[in-house]
């Protein structure tokens, strides 16, 4: 993983939540919309390793208050669990810099797992019907993509300069 915040500009960072937001909002056949990983927290994962001073808590929260909007759900509710996310990416930052790509997958995995099982909860608070095990699908599709987002946006993040 690139470690040089010099190499991740801001605008690198805007056009890969442009391009996760865009993502979220084409659609999808119905047999494969429920494995849709979730492309933005990704991104926010993968900035808040990489570049931590640009991709900050405050970064996550207006990711998720954007998916909020986008999505027509409770105000907040995407905002708090990419907080959470980003504030449990941050903590253990430096160790999972240097964890090998399957260690990070897992990792990645746990942290995809821990967003949608607050989403999955708040919905509960607030009165929504509780959907069938398919809402669990975009967390084993999330961590299948990670080694590849690495991968690409690590080449991108060397030859930008």
């Known amino acids: 993983m690139a470690t040089g915040e010099g190499r991740a500009s801001g605008l690198r960072v ?6 996760a ?5 084409v659609p999808l056949p119905a047999i494969i919309k429920p494995g849709r990983p979730n492309l933005l927290l990704l991104f926010v994962i993968y900035w808040a390793l990489s570049a931590p001073r640009i991709a900050g808590l405050t970064f ?3 990711c998720g208050l954007a998916v909020d909007l986008l999505t027509g759900t409770l105000l907040g509710q995407h ?10 990416t941050h903590r253990s930052q430096l160790r999972m810099r240097i964890f090998p790509i399957y ?3 897992l990792t990645v995995f746990m942290l995809l797992a821990v967003y949608e099982f607050l989403v999955f909860w708040i919905d509960g608070i607030i009165g929504q019907e509780v959907t069938t095990w398919l ?3 975009p967390v ?5 993509v990670w080694p590849i987002l690495v ?5 991108w993040n060397r030859r930008g300069r």
């Open 140 to 144: 084993i599709s999330g961590a299948l």
């Open 60 to 62: 996550a929260w207006l």
């Open 21 to 25: 937001l865009i993502f979220m909002i």
């Open 79 to 88: 905002a708090a669990a990419f907080l959470l996310v980003a504030f449990l």
């Open 135 to 137: 809402r669990w699908v």
């Open 151 to 155: 991968a690409v946006l690590d080449t």
């Open 14 to 19: 805007t056009f890969t939540v442009i391009l």
């Open 103 to 105: 260690h990070q997958t």
